[in-house]
């Protein structure tokens, strides 16, 4: 069975990467759409199999490689970590392959999109059922390339080709970390089999390891290196610029990357080495500061985009900040759980944000939209059903694991839970905030498009017009330094919010009038109500077994919890107020999304006028990529230059092909001018040479000839 479940993706993707041009678009979609179907429903029955058991189960499917004493195999490690994640990543790849039935319809390559879609969901199964950390990082390093394929899927886009060569670098620094980390989980157990290594934990937990001049903790090292893994693909601050450019992609790829898989593989990591992780405490307080950051970084940043996916990304990269708090004070369980839930309602904000862009012709821009709702009302409730989820709404998904979250930082007496917990309250506010903002601009308010004042973007696209008196800035309520005025992503000056969105257009390759909004089609409906049953009943249905009383039987040994960690059972005692801190947040937050888009929409921009500083702070993301540019793009390339002008050009060149091809050519055109034609000239050189011959035999003497 897992077989089939780890496979079926891979021939799809062969018959749709291979034989696409022969078998057609339209059974390429069926061919691997339905091989995740059936991926999937298996998966759900490994699901309500497995969990309880005491004891994985190893399935071996060969032997890999033997190098020495290293032996790697390939086979699947089943427990309930991996049947959550074989859930997940299957049921949700399954949905984004049938809404880009409806979604990619009108691109003409569409067997090579859903070839990238199911080698990408290959790679991350082959990621969640490793038995071995080399078999993980070949996963790992499969959904980097599958990522890098995906959003630069259209290739013609400079931007996008940006963003993938982006995400795929940035992710070989953390790739970097993890690899090394690999090296020494295997110098210290001299395995990398879990089942060779979680026994022995105990053994080496005291072990030093001398390392830049200094003895360190050898597991708190090797837990940070592979943490650096995690950060990288899980986009944590500092490792999180790739995301929010992965945006490039077409929507599906963002549902299923961005949303359920790809970045929720470094959450997995650290679960899945929780015994490792559990013996490493000033590891785990890292994991703790670093998740608290990013989950309050990423929503400040998601407070002022106007890219309806750039909002739905930051809020991932918060949210996965959530997970790694979890993590990072013990409570795996929640940590697992938020990613479980989180699956839902994320896919669901993504594909539905796919289906307001399909509905508003490939706009993306919310200072181009508002007024949404009576024209595409299943949209706009399955959009409300995921904004709920996301903000922790009582009894939807998002409220059983990210009010535990909360809870758990609360209580953990390790160091850094008050960072973590203050940052995540906070972080509920501005989720909550943001989430409306999202909303209210793209579904209420004032209409900010029409059919007057079409602008086409290179002769492909209408642009929509502001069919309201008040200025785009005001009218969304997004801040400007004057009226009428846009600023992009750097803060300077571009044309008008109703022209702004031009530049944001998914697919510049299809012709479109002007027209109405319009509903999607049922191919690309039926997977958002799909995820909205999870969405609002996942956290319900499976509390208890997660995080509730029926946690212990449920996971087994997948988790680690040493003897002294008791958070899961803590929460339950956590003050009324910390419990109830996560609902006023949410509260607060839609008041104030309320009262500053709908009641008085001209607020945010008089706001952001008085606070320049601040909003171009929050609207360059806190100048990291500026940093970045600064630190090491701009001298690598400076220094990549000088080796190009200098060092290839100057020196081996010049000293060597072309220097020596110079220096011919030179004795060439001397010696050429002997050739004159003259044969007074030939005398001349003739009696030169037998001049020369006799002087050198004066000189030396005549050679002597016999004895």
Known sequence: MYHAIVFFPLIGAILAGLFGRQLGPRVCEYITTGLLAFSALLSWGAFLDVPGSEHATRVQVATWFTAGD????????IDTLTVVMLVVVTTVSTLVHLYSIGYMEEDPHRPRFFAYLSLFTFAMLMLVTADNLVQMFFGWEGVGLASYLLIGFWYEKPSANAAAMKAFIVNRVGDFGFSLGIFLVFVLFGSVAFDG????????KD?????LGYDWNALTLA???L??????????FLLHTWLPDAMEGPTPVSALIHAATMVTAGVFMVARLSPLFELAPNALIVVTIVGAITAFFAATVGLVQN???RVIAYSTCSQLGYMFVALGVGAYSAGVFHLFTHAFFKALLFLGAGSVIHAMHHE????????????????AAMMAVGTLALIGFPFTAGFYSKDAIIEAAYMSTRPGHTLAFLATVIAAFMTSFYSWRLFFLTFEGPARWGHHGAHGHDDHHAAPAVAHSVTAHQADGLPGHHEGVAHDDKGHDVEPASHAAHTKHEDSHHDHAPHTPHESPLVMTIPLAILAVGALFAGLIFKDRFIGDGMDKFWGHALAHGPDNHIMHDIHNAPGWVVASPFVMLVLGFVLAFWMYIRRPELPGRLAAQQPILYRFLLNKWYVDELYDRIFVRPAK???KFLWKEGDGRIIDGMGPDGIAARVVDVTRGVIRFQTGYVYHYAFVMLVGVAGLISWYMVTGLPKVGN
């Open 307 to 309: 890219d309806i996916k």
């Open 227 to 236: 943490f650096m893994g995690a950060m990288g693909k899980s986009a944590q």
């Open 207 to 211: 072990a030093t390891f001398h390392f």
């Open 70 to 77: 290293l032996v790697v195999d390939w086979a699947f490690r």
């Open 638 to 640: 400076d220094f990549g």
């Open 197 to 204: 290594i979680f026994p022995r934990v105990n053994e080496v």
């Open 364 to 379: 993306q821009d919310m200072r181009n939209m508002g007024a949404l709702r009576p024209y595409i009302p299943f949209t």
């Open 223 to 225: 837990c940070l290196l």
